[in-house]
């Protein structure tokens, strides 16, 4: 079974946890995609009665050409559930997201989640975050100097691009990669970041997960947190 394969058994999977009359957290990425066009397909034939709260533009996108009911973030005073894809899960449940650089909406709409449950291939699963380059979304005024105090710290930073420009978020900032290579601290390094002025978040998402549903050959684990 290759990766795009498991991608989508727990794309499948995951939306058997969303019932009748949720708000729905959909997350963004190749992983979340099968989620959500099963999702799609449970409204269509068996008449799912959801509200989806998107996490980017994308995901606006294509909920919106698969015939999803959407509401905004700022219409809703909670998600049910969250379900969205990954970049590094450690043993402990942390983990980091943003390697599509929707991070800042997918920490919103989780923040608002009674339930947060995250989809990954097998290959997400570490035993220390940190080989994924954390993403770091920044404000652009000062940008140039945040990228400094990161060369200063040692954290080797490189901005994210679209082809030859620097990338634009959704929510019209910058990214700054860091290329860690083990994060030994998850949840210091994530208070560091947090009151890094110009910094507005980052793709560390500690202690949020609460269910994460594992991709493997034979079968779909389900990894429920303490
Ligand atoms: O910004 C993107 C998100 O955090 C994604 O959920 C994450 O990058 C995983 O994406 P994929 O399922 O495509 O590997």
Redo the contacts with the bound molecule.
């Keep these: 079974m290759n990766q795009e394969e498991l991608?989508k058994k727990v794309g499948i999977e995951s939306a058997k946890y969303i019932k009748d009359g949720m708000i729905v957290g959909l997350?963004?990425?190749?992983?979340?995609r099968h989620m959500i066009e099963e999702v799609a397909r449970r409204v269509r034939e068996e008449n799912l009665n959801i509200v989806g709260v998107t996490t980017s533009n994308e995901t606006t996108k294509l909920a919106k050409s698969l015939g999803i009911p959407l509401k905004e973030i700022d219409e809703v005073p909670f998600v049910d559930v969250v379900i969205?894809?990954?970049?590094e899960i450690s043993a402990d449940f942390q983990g980091i997201?943003?390697?599509?650089?929707?991070?800042l909406f997918?920490k919103i709409v989780a923040s608002y989640a009674k339930r947060v449950i995250w989809i990954v291939d097998k290959s997400k699963m570490v035993n220390y975050l940190g080989e994924f380059p954390l993403p770091v979304e920044v404000v652009k005024y000062g940008s140039e100097n945040l990228f400094r105090l990161f060369e200063d710290k040692g954290y080797n930073p490189t901005f994210r691009m679209n082809k030859n420009e620097k990338l634009t978020t959704d929510g019209g900032h910058y990214i700054i990669d860091l290329h860690l290579g083990k994060i030994k601290e998850p949840l210091a390094l994530s208070d560091e970041l947090s009151k890094t002025v110009g910094v507005v978040e980052h793709g560390l998402f500690t202690n949020m997960v609460n269910v994460v549903i594992v991709g493997k050959e034979e079968v779909v684990e389900t990894l429920v947190a303490r």
Aim: aromatic letters at 0%; zero cysteines.
């Design positions: 991608k997350g963004t990425g190749s992983t979340a969205d894809g990954a970049d997201k943003g390697g599509g650089a929707a991070l997918e």
